[in-house]
């Protein structure tokens, strides 16, 4: 995915919405800028399909070498898929965090929740700021 | 760090550097209320010899196995042999004064005895994984059930059986106290948990089960059928077990089938080579199934290899400690007992599978041939009819067991465990252990001083018998 069609959350999560059958649904990652922060990945967390979740809660923990670091949703709904095969693969994450990469999918049901997030442009001049 | 004291010279030094004309000055931002206004109520100090002398008084006033006496009490602590070995690597100074030796670049010697400690754990237990210990068996217990309910998906009740060890429970309680958990205790009427009530209350919101295998009374549980309740309701079953006890029975993994039994094993593993010592500093033993390790506390030591490729050993997987998942870790702990560790691996590999299961053999023998005996005299009788390990309840008709204990005391015997203190029901009872060490004069000695139905023996320079505060369990 190009990341300059994504939303991102100030927690570094980025979001892709695609509208299916009437619902829309979130596809969730966290940016190649908080991937490379966090240096060595070794275990990954991953939310359980069926859970509901609100916006910035956390949903999921990712482990490095050095530290353990939440993931929180940015979107308010329900967990309708996860990458399974991602915590056997964290490699994948790190090679390619906006494709094969990705952490979960969560349907929508609150769409305000989408009002806070930024675009790329938004979200690099951020993280141009925190360096 | 050298013990050297603040002569008043150097005090006066001391003040001076700061610009404080005396401790008082120095002490002034503490409010006068909260200050000791006299000086410590402590004796005249004594010279080394009077002080050799004097301590020499204190310690003849213990009666222990140490000091002689003959040991039949059990009860999660235990009189079993040490050979002279365990004692001599343990007391080497690179194992007996090392502090926290874990830096991989200079404490590989003590790495690789750790490493060796949890290879022969997870042999012992059938699981998967071992750490490389905790503070005791009681807190490994609870540590096991904070696992349980981390892991757990939101489950929030804990089981406890009634027949596990009562100051276990207590201490899974008192971890538990502040966390959205339940605990749900099932009786274990005749000596052994009543299976109808386990399933009864196992439900899809118990996050574990545990159960002790030998149990506190000595008891064998079912413990194949006790994990199949616990298991089918998708609850982890945490086994408390005797790890002499492994020489004959079941490894906790391996209850129900091969690999299909305990998901977390704990133990006491002061019975692997460390001296019984007024209850502590002991050994917390706990291992579990790979699929828990980022829940499991503690140390790990993993084996890895060194930029030339050689083998070496380091702390593992320490994300799951404290010092780095902070407020989600699983556990505060952040310690270990590397020096009893080092002591059952010595005690282990010492022994090797025969030599534990000839021990095992050894304690069921002789405790077999006591309770026996005793049930002759027509005085006493068994509480329970579930087959024993080591230990066994002792009923006495007359319900003279204060007597029975006093009369032991006179003898150089320590009779066994009052169960009264924990459950006025067993208030005729006492917990009878059997190690190893005891040899038949001792037991037939034991079944004579009991049956003599002494008087009370009065005074004498003897301690009273042991009494322990009633343990309320919530």
Not at chain 1, 29 to 48: C, M, N, Q, R, W
Not at chain 2, 213 to 228: I, L
Request: hydrophobic share 40%; proline share 4%.
């Amino acid at each position: 995915m190009n990341p300059e069609s994504l939303l991102f959350a100030k927690t570094h999560e980025w979001v892709a919405v695609a509208e299916t059958g009437g619902e829309k649904v979130a596809t969730i990652g966290i940016s190649k800028h908080a991937v490379e922060a966090l240096t060595d990945l070794v275990f990954i967390e991953l939310p359980k399909v069926g859970r509901s979740v609100d916006a910035e809660e956390s949903f999921c923990e990712v482990e490095s070498v050095k530290a353990v670091s939440d993931v929180y949703s940015p979107v308010t709904g329900e967990v309708v898929e996860v990458n399974e095969p991602l915590a056997d693969q964290l490699e994948v994450l790190s090679d390619d965090p906006y494709g094969k990469g990705w952490i979960a999918k969560v349907k929508i049901t609150d769409e305000t929740s989408l009002a806070g997030l930024m675009d790329y442009e938004a979200y690099e001049k951020m993280c141009a700021e925190e360096a | 760090m050298p013990f050297t004291y603040n002569t008043e010279e150097d005090v006066a030094a001391m003040l001076q550097a700061i610009g404080v004309a005396s401790i008082e000055e120095l002490l002034e931002q503490v409010p006068a209320d909260f200050r000791l206004q006299r000086t410590l109520d402590l004796p005249q100090a004594m010279g080394e010899m009077e002080l050799d002398r004097h301590m020499r008084e204190l310690a003849g006033k213990n009666v222990g196995a140490a000091s002689g006496a003959v040991s039949y009490l059990g009860g999660g602590t235990y009189d079993h042999f040490i050979p002279a070995v365990v004692d001599t690597i343990a007391s080497r100074g690179e194992f007996y004064t090392s502090y926290t030796p874990y830096q991989a670049e200079v404490a590989q010697g003590n790495l690789q005895a750790m490493f060796e400690y949890q290879t022969l754990i997870t042999r012992l237990t059938g699981l998967d994984v071992s750490n490389c210990s905790l503070y005791d068996g009681a807190s490994a217990a609870a540590e096991a059930v904070m696992m349980a309910l981390a892991s757990g998906k939101g489950r929030t009740r804990v089981v406890l059986p009634a027949s596990v060890h009562p100051e276990y429970r207590q201490t899974i309680t008192t971890y538990v106290s502040c966390l959205d958990a339940e605990v749900v205790t099932v009786a274990a009427p005749n000596g052994v948990v009543d299976l109808d009530e386990l399933r009864s209350v196992v439900n899809d919101q118990t996050a574990c089960v545990v159960l002790q295998q030998p149990n506190f009374f000595g008891c064998v549980e079912d413990a194949d059928e006790a994990t199949r309740i616990t298991h089918a309701a998708g609850a982890l079953m945490i086994a408390a077990f005797d790890p002499i006890s492994l020489g004959l029975m079941k490894r906790p993994g391996d209850w129900v089938g091969v690999g299909e039994g305990a998901d977390i094993a704990v133990c006491e593993g002061q019975s692997l080579g460390t001296p019984m010592q007024y209850g502590g500093p002991f050994l917390g033993i706990l291992a579990c199934r790979e699929s828990l390790v980022r829940r499991m506390p503690g140390r790990i030591v993993g084996q890895t290899t060194d930029r030339r490729g050689k083998r070496c050993f380091v702390l593992t997987m320490q994300t799951r400690e404290q010092h780095i998942r902070r407020d989600k870790a699983t556990s505060n702990v952040c310690s270990n007992q590397a020096l009893f560790a080092l002591r059952a691996t010595v005690y282990l590999s010492l022994l090797g599978p025969e030599g534990l299961k000839e021990t095992a053999h050894l304690c069921l023998q002789k405790s077999r041939y006591l309770a026996e005996r005793l049930v002759e005299t027509d005085r006493f009788e068994l509480a329970f009819a579930a087959p024993t390990f080591k230990e066994f309840v002792l009923r006495d008709r007359q319900n003279k067991i204060d007597d029975l204990i006093a009369c032991g005391l006179a003898n150089d015997i320590l009779a066994g465990l009052p169960l009264g203190q924990f459950d006025p029901e067993l208030d005729d009872c006492l917990l009878v252990c059997v190690t190893e060490k005891r040899t038949r004069e001792e037991l037939d000695r034991f079944v004579e001083v009991l049956t003599q139905n002494a008087a009370h023996p009065n005074g004498g320079n003897r301690a009273k018998s042991p009494h322990f505060e009633p343990a309320s369990i919530a």
